[in-house]
């Protein structure tokens, strides 16, 4: 067998306890208060790092979907070094790049681990030559560098011989309603290793998957987020756990209209693929992907970009390249990232918007090159500074058509020269003399004139 559980009687007994738990109480202040640095947060870094490193096939679906065999997919894990792994260049390259927080992936759905687990025998330290603790080093580099730590966490675990499924299109290994102890096993397994990383890392985030494949019953769910809540109180929970968690996580798109819950993130990869590719050079621009993440803080969410390190622990240069210049553009426009809200509604000016938490600052984030002005129609609340956001600039503007006895306000143009462009997105900060307000309506005929 290619899986094996090793469960000692004292973490199987440590585990079942903690079936029961019922989850705390908690009151939409306190959840408040524990969602406001992910709300504020913006960027995250997304890390795919598994023996599926090696660069020839996808993390885990390969032998899911039947591209390859189990046993050669499990043996790319002789390839697994981790010889030139840095984990403070990673720390230091994702703090640079403006994200507040990163998500490693502690075990894909091939439940091959990256810390020293003891709970399962398939693991960087017991299963590759880099035989040690991945995990280890980058948290403590990480939190040095004043980055949010996050643990992707599948719950699925394909592979092992105590979970019903290993192929998309092959036959069940077993029905849980006909073997419900062998069920039992593989859910004390889950929380035992989710109990390892929660005692010992307490990490910020927890971002799960695989979920789809039982219900919130069947994995135990409200009580997996008892147990690490019951340790780690203010810990940050995704969405893939069967709606126990705290924020949507819309994947490889950012939504057209702002999801439903109030925090969101949408993962996204810089080219084709999750892991490292040798035959994926289809790389998104710098460009691109920044229009991606003030899409997303315009509609009040977050982005989590993914890199995907080689088996040896190098980045690739094209990864390496965007997240620097990610770093130039958020060290220049941090005023209009961070400490913002959602910005107006389309159709007000031609290009993403965001509002500072007062809601007296309208951010104007322009992926273009203004021929001589740009628009702002419907605005009630009276503008009494633009400036370019990241320089000393101010700009000059005109009001036309503001008539006092119309409930339509007049139209803003905004002059905006070459010389004040960045060479990417240019960030306007509309000052307010007042909360934003606006007009919604589609005008008004004249009745009356003076």
Known sequence: MLHKTILTAALLAATCTSLRAAPPAETPEEKESRMEWFSRAKLGIFIHWGIY????????????????????YMKQSEAFTAEKYD??????????????????TTKHHDGFALWDTKAGDVSAVKSSPAGRDL????????????????????????????????????????RIADEPKRWQHFVDFNFAQLRELNNTWKPDLYWFDGDWEHSAEEWHAAEIVAM??????????NSRIQGHGDYDTPELGVPVVRPESKWWETCMTMNDSWGYRTDDTDYKSPMTLLRMLVDCISLGGNLL??????????????????????????????????????????????????????????????????????EVKGLKSPIKRVRVVGTDRELDWKL???????????????????????????????????????????????????
Request: proline share 7%; hydrophobic share 35%; glycine share 8%.
């Open 228 to 237: 690490l809540r019951k340790t780690n109180p203010d810990v940050v929970i």
């Open 400 to 450: 036309y058509n503001d008539i006092s006895w119309s409930e339509v306000p007049g139209v803003y143009y905004i002059q905006v020269p070459d010389e004040v462009l960045d060479e990417r997105i240019t960030v306007l900060a509309l000052e307010l003399e007042e909360p934003v307000r606006l007009y919604r309506g589609s005008g008004q005929i004249i009745s009356f004139n003076e």
């Open 135 to 174: 995990i280890a080093p980058f948290a403590e580099e990480v939190r040095k560098q004043g980055v949010r730590l996050g643990f992707y966490y599948s719950l699925i675990d394909w592979p092992r011989d105590d979970y019903p499924v290993v192929y998309r299109n092959g036959p069940d290994r077993y």
């Open 305 to 374: 970009l993914d890199i995907g390190p080689r088996a040896d622990g190098t980045i690739p240069d094209e990864q390496v390249a965007i997240l620097k210049e990610f770093g130039r553009w958020t060290s220049k426009h941090a005023e209009a990232i961070y400490d913002t809200r959602a910005g107006i509604p389309a159709g007000h000016v031609a290009g993403y918007t965001a509002l500072n938490l007062p809601g007296d600052v309208l951010y104007v984030y322009l992926p273009y090159r203004p021929n001589e002005s740009v």
């Open 87 to 104: 984990p403070a260049l990673w720390a230091r390259l994702i703090r640079e790049s403006g994200a507040r927080y990163t998500v490693i």
């Open 53 to 72: 490193s090696k660069g020839e096939t996808s993390e885990s679906w390969a032998f899911h979907n039947g591209t390859i065999s189990l046993e050669n």
